[in-house]
């Protein structure tokens, strides 16, 4: 399966579009952003829900608000200029931040829901308790609290035969975040801010129901395909891992063209035209090349394989991390802390 087809492409979740139809979609965009916007919008959720308290967000009430959209995001590709001048106002560099301006813009331009309110720091005595991401009112008169997230973790395991993995398996890849305690301070912490006796004095009186955005790429060792924790969606985004030490039999036996994927570039699946590598001097290298750039970095590094489509596309084949030889012991260490 290649990183912009089958249930990586789509959610389930999106009334009124099919998963063949959301991947076509996202093939026919051309501007970078708005496929992150489209992929943001469309792509499967990483979890399933989580009662009693942790409900997921669809940005779409019907399936008509859904096929508008789709819509809509064709005509902004056909016109991006105006998302990308609200992308350039501030410097963004968190991948987190990028998502939030993206599904920000939705929620003021699109044909669905409509923002009220974002990024409301809810204080006590000076003191800061929290910050809802976004306060929204579908066009049917919900009002709902969504708390977005945008994770990539890399399953660190031991492959148990026949055992589900767990979702503290899950590790960032510097390993200073895990997927379990990241979904615990959603479902404690976040989701239950707009609910709270002090939400009432910000301006913006409930009740609001919360509900998690949560969206991004899970990668598994090369070789192991463990049990899907019960917590995640099935269709979740997947990628792979390997060792430095496992790159170059892994790479020879996977495609001719790699590139590494800086942090901005971590949503949807990468499409670039001919014209588009040579204006913004895209590098497209062989494996040893890339495993010569990688080798320098402390940590782990994303990586996409690339092929050329018939009209001389370049488009991503698939996504995952090369790691230090010595990460997967630290990460299984981690995992089990």
Same mark, same amino acid.
């Given at each position: 399966?290649?990183?912009?087809?089958?249930?990586?492409?789509?959610?389930? +979740?999106?009334?009124?579009?099919?998963?063949a139809?959301? $991947? %076509?979609?996202?093939? %026919?965009?051309?501007?970078?952003?708005?496929?992150?916007? $489209?992929?943001?919008?469309?792509s499967?959720?990483?979890?399933?829900?989580?009662?009693?308290?942790?409900?997921?967000?669809n940005?779409?009430? %019907?399936?008509?608000?859904?096929? +508008?959209?789709?819509?809509?995001?064709?005509?902004?590709?056909?016109?991006?200029? +105006?998302?990308?001048?609200?992308? +350039?106002?501030?410097?963004? !560099?968190?991948l987190?931040? &990028?998502?939030?301006?993206?599904?920000?813009?939705?929620?003021? *331009?699109?044909?669905?829901?409509?923002?009220?309110?974002?990024?409301?720091p809810?204080?006590?005595?000076?003191?800061?308790l929290?910050e809802?991401?976004?306060?929204?009112?579908?066009?049917?008169?919900?009002?709902?609290?969504?708390?977005?997230?945008?994770?990539?973790?890399?399953?660190?395991?031991?492959?148990?035969? #026949?055992?589900?993995?767990?979702?503290?398996?899950?590790?960032?890849?510097?390993?200073?975040d /895990?997927?379990?305690?990241?979904l615990?301070?959603?479902?404690?912490?976040?989701?239950?801010?707009?609910?709270?006796?002090?939400?009432?004095?910000?301006?913006?009186?409930?009740?609001?129901?919360? #509900?998690?955005?949560?969206?991004?790429?899970?990668? &598994?060792?090369?070789?192991? !395909?463990?049990l899907?924790?019960?917590?995640?969606?099935?269709?979740?985004?997947?990628?792979?891992?390997v060792?430095?030490?496992?790159?170059?039999?892994?790479?020879?036996a996977?495609?001719?063209?790699?590139? !590494?994927?800086?942090?901005?570039?971590?949503?949807?699946?990468?499409?670039? %035209?001919s014209?588009?590598?040579?204006?913004?001097g895209?590098?497209?290298?062989?494996?040893?090349?890339?495993?010569? #750039?990688?080798?320098?970095?402390?940590?782990?590094?994303?990586?996409?394989?690339?092929?050329?489509?018939?009209?001389?596309?370049?488009v991503?084949?698939? /996504?995952?991390?090369?790691?230090?030889?010595?990460?997967p012991?630290l990460a299984q260490? &981690? $995992?089990? *802390?």
């Amino acid at each position: 399966m290649t990183a912009g087809e089958g249930p990586a492409a789509g959610s389930a +979740a999106a009334p009124g579009i099919d998963a063949a139809s959301r $991947a %076509t979609l996202l093939d %026919t965009l051309h501007d970078a952003a708005v496929r992150d916007l $489209a992929w943001l919008l469309l792509s499967a959720d990483l979890l399933r829900p989580q009662p009693p308290v942790g409900a997921l967000a669809n940005p779409f009430d %019907t399936p008509q608000e859904a096929r +508008a959209t789709c819509d809509w995001l064709r005509a902004l590709d056909a016109a991006p200029e +105006a998302l990308h001048q609200e992308l +350039a106002a501030t410097r963004i !560099t968190r991948l987190g931040r &990028y998502a939030e301006r993206l599904l920000g813009w939705f929620l003021q *331009q699109g044909p669905a829901a409509r923002l009220v309110a974002a990024g409301v720091p809810l204080r006590r005595a000076g003191v800061t308790l929290g910050e809802c991401d976004f306060l929204v009112r579908t066009r049917q008169g919900a009002r709902l609290h969504w708390e977005l997230a945008v994770k990539c973790y890399l399953h660190a395991g031991e492959g148990r035969a #026949q055992l589900p993995a767990r979702l503290s398996d899950y590790v960032g890849p510097n390993l200073k975040d /895990r997927f379990d305690l990241k979904l615990a301070h959603v479902l404690n912490h976040q989701l239950p801010l707009s609910a709270r006796e002090e939400f009432a004095s910000v301006g913006y009186a409930g009740p609001w129901t919360p #509900q998690m955005f949560i969206k991004g790429w899970l990668f &598994y060792r090369d070789g192991e !395909t463990p049990l899907d924790p019960v917590e995640l969606d099935p269709a979740h985004g997947r990628g792979w891992w390997v060792t430095r030490s496992d790159w170059p039999a892994f790479a020879a036996a996977h495609a001719q063209k790699w590139r !590494t994927l800086p942090r901005l570039e971590w949503l949807a699946p990468r499409r670039h %035209t001919s014209l588009e590598v040579q204006t913004a001097g895209l590098a497209f290298v062989d494996a040893e090349t890339l495993a010569g #750039q990688t080798s320098r970095q402390h940590g782990p590094s994303m990586v996409a394989a690339f092929t050329e489509d018939s009209v001389g596309n370049l488009v991503e084949r698939s /996504r995952g991390f090369i790691v230090p030889d010595e990460w997967p012991e630290l990460a299984q260490s &981690y $995992a089990q *802390q």
